[in-house]
């Protein structure tokens, strides 16, 4: 038969390369990686403050970031983008974003007098000025300096 000839050319498939194995795994780390990071990235923080690696590094990142933000309103204030009033208020909201994200209390609802009495109590001597320098024109406060008051607080609080 003429077909019989032809079955000495078939043979079995080729083997797969290696590296197909290669960028399967490395396509399955990608993704486990990107789902771990979207449930970090969208976990509350009070819940984030609690896992023990990714507590620390949470806060070094809050730490960072609130750091930064006081060193951009320092800039604008130093380049007179900013009044002095608005600078503090400024300082103020980001010491008190802070406060919250790093302990949980609800410093951006709370009076002076209610965040001395609690957790929150060494922030509130630098609040007290932050709030005259925003609210009193009189008062010959050294804005400059309350800023980077600000930035040594947000990098010490433990």
């Given at each position: 038969?003429?077909?019989?000839?032809?079955?000495?050319?078939?043979?079995?498939?080729?083997?797969a390369?290696?590296?197909?194995l290669?960028?399967?795994?490395?396509?399955?780390?990608?993704?486990?990686t990107w789902?771990?990071?979207?449930i970090?990235?969208?976990?509350?923080?009070?819940?984030?403050?609690?896992?023990?690696?990714?507590?620390?590094?949470?806060?070094t990142l809050?730490?960072?970031?609130?750091?930064?933000?006081?060193?951009?309103?320092?800039?604008?204030?130093?380049?007179?983008?900013?009044?002095?009033?608005?600078?503090?208020?400024?300082?103020?909201?980001?010491?008190?974003?802070?406060?919250?994200?790093?302990?949980g209390i609800?410093?951006?609802?709370?009076?002076l007098?209610?965040?001395?009495g609690g957790?929150?109590?060494?922030?509130?001597?630098?609040?007290?000025?932050?709030?005259?320098?925003?609210?009193?024109?009189?008062?010959?406060?050294d804005?400059?300096?309350?800023g980077?008051s600000?930035?040594?607080?947000?990098?010490?609080?433990?």
């Amino acid at each position: 038969m003429p077909g019989d000839d032809l079955l000495r050319f078939i043979g079995a498939p080729l083997p797969a390369s290696p590296w197909w194995l290669a960028l399967a795994i490395v396509l399955v780390v990608l993704v486990v990686t990107w789902w771990v990071g979207v449930i970090v990235w969208t976990m509350p923080p009070q819940r984030l403050r609690t896992v023990p690696l990714l507590g620390d590094l949470h806060a070094t990142l809050i730490r960072r970031r609130f750091t930064r933000s006081i060193r951009q309103t320092s800039h604008l204030y130093v380049q007179q983008a900013l009044s002095p009033g608005q600078a503090s208020a400024t300082y103020g909201r980001t010491v008190r974003a802070f406060l919250f994200l790093r302990t949980g209390i609800r410093a951006q609802y709370l009076h002076l007098g209610e965040l001395a009495g609690g957790d929150l109590a060494a922030a509130v001597p630098l609040l007290a000025k932050l709030h005259d320098a925003q609210f009193n024109t009189d008062a010959r406060t050294d804005v400059a300096a309350l800023g980077r008051s600000a930035e040594e607080l947000i990098r010490t609080w433990t």
